[in-house]
C-alpha cells in the first residue's frame, strides 16, 4: 500500500522526466539512426563478403546479385553472418594475420542485424554502388592451356561417395613453370573436391612407375584457385602427366557424369623461387568408437631455411578443430593457425598476410580433436572404429604447409604459347 501510493504521488514529476530522456534516445541522429537500407548499406557488404560464391555459375545454390534475390534470404542471411559462419572463415582471429581474410568487421555485422530486423528495406536505387566486375569463366584469366579429361567419369546409382584418379598427360616436351592453375569440375553437384598431382618418370624409378610430387592446387568450396606472385612458380616437368584426385559425393538412385579439367597460365617472367607443399599429417590414428574429443597430433622437421606462404588444415566429417604451431632450435614457439570449428564443407586455406621465416631445425608440430560421438550431427556413425583413409566416411589429418626455401635462386623461362585444350572437349 504504501508502494502504490507513493508512485502515484510521485508520477506527475517522473512522467516528465521520462518523457524528456526517451525523446532523447528516440530522436533521430542523422543517418546512423534511421534503418539501413540495401541500396546504401547493405548491397556493398554482399558485394564484398558474399558475391564472390553467391553469382551465376558458381556452386552455391542461390545468387545475391540484387534485392529482389538477397530480400528473400534475410532472415537466414542475418542469422549465419551473427553467428560467423558466413562468409566461410574458420581461423580463429586472435591467432595470426591473414591475406585472405573473408570475415566481416563487427560494424558490417551489426548493420546486416539492423537491416533484417527492420524488414529488409530496399531503400533508393540510385545509392546502390557500381556492379562489381566479376570473371565470367576461368578466375585465372584465358589460360594458356587446359587439360581436360579424355572422356566422362560415369558415376552409377548406386554410388554415393567414392574416390577416384584420373590421369592427364600433359604432351610437354620441355620442363615450364607455372604462375597461376585452377581446377574446374565439370559437374559441381557431384563433385566434392580436386586435388591435382603433377606425376613424372623419375631416373631411378623402374619404367611405368610414376612418382606424385607436389601439385597445382585444385578445386573444392571456397577454395580459389592458385595464383603466384611474380617471381614464384611451381614446377611442371617435361613428360609429366597430371593426377587428378576426384572426391564424388552425390544421392543414391542418380546416375551423372563428369569431365573436370584443369587451366594454367606460365610464368612470364623468370621465377627466382618454387613453390612447394610440405605436408604436417598423421596418418596411423585410431579413434574409438563414440569418443567425442579424440586427439591426434603430428609433427614435422624441416632441414633448410624456409619462408612459409600458407597453412591448409585437413579432416573429413568428424574434425573438430586443429592447431598448428611452430618450435624453433632456440626452443621458442610460435602459434600459427587456430581453427577452433572445422568445417568439412569448406576446404579452405589460410594465407599469411607476413610470410614467415623460418629457420633450418624448425618442427611444425599439428594437433587436432575429433568428434566420434552421437552428438555431432555430420557423424556417418558414432558406433564404428575410424582410421585413416580416403572415403568421407574414413578420416584424415594433414595440415599442409606452402613454403619456399630462402637460399634456393632459379632461372626462369618466358613461355609463348598459344590456348589450347589438351585431352578432349570440341
Known sequence: MFQSTFVRAARPALSLALVAALALVAAPRGAAAAAPTYSLDIAPIVQSHCQECHRPGEAVPMTFM??????PW???????????????????????????????????VRTISRWAAAGAPQGDSADLPEPMEWTEGWKIGEPDMIFEMTADEVLGDELVDEYRYVTIKTGLTEDRWIQAAESRPGNSDVVHHIIVFVASFGENRPRGEEALSSGLGGYAP????????????????????????????????????????????????????????????????VIPPGAPDHKVVANE????????????????????????????????????????????????????????????????????????????????????EVR????????????????TIDDEALNGIDPSIKAETIGGGE
Open 301 to 384: 622437421t624441416i632441414h633448410e631455411n624456409i619462408t612459409v606462404r600458407g597453412i591448409m588444415p585437413h579432416m573429413h566429417l568428424r574434425g573438430k578443430d586443429m592447431q598448428v604451431t611452430a618450435r624453433f632450435p632456440d626452443g621458442s614457439s610460435k602459434r600459427l593457425l587456430s581453427v577452433p570449428k572445422y568445417d568439412f564443407n569448406w576446404q579452405l586455406s589460410y594465407v599469411f598476410d607476413q610470410p614467415l621465416q623460418v629457420p633450418a631445425g624448425t618442427q611444425f608440430f599439428a594437433t587436432a580433436h575429433f568428434d566420434n560421438s552421437a552428438d555431432n550431427p555430420d557423424n556417418p556413425d558414432p558406433t564404428a
Open 74 to 108: 534475410a532472415k537466414s542471411i542475418r542469422k549465419v553472418v551473427e553467428a560467423r559462419e558466413m562468409p566461410p572463415w574458420g581461423a580463429d582471429p586472435a591467432v595470426g594475420h591473414w591475406k585472405n581474410d573473408r570475415r566481416m568487421s563487427e560494424d558490417e
Open 222 to 285: 571456397g577454395l580459389p584457385p592458385v595464383i603466384l606472385p611474380e617471381g614464384e612458380g611451381l614446377y611442371l616437368p617435361a613428360n609429366s602427366s597430371l593426377v587428378l584426385q576426384m572426391h564424388y559425393n552425390k544421392e543414391p538412385g542418380v546416375t551423372a557424369t563428369d569431365r573436370s579439367s584443369v587451366g594454367i597460365k606460365f610464368a612470364t617472367a623468370p621465377v627466382q623461387k618454387r613453390l612447394r607443399t610440405v605436408p604436417v599429417g598423421n596418418m596411423r590414428f
Open 388 to 403: 585413416w583413409g580416403l572415403p568421407t566416411y574414413a578420416e584424415m589429418m594433414f595440415a599442409f604447409m606452402s613454403y
Open 66 to 71: 540484387s534485392y529482389d534475390e538477397v530480400r
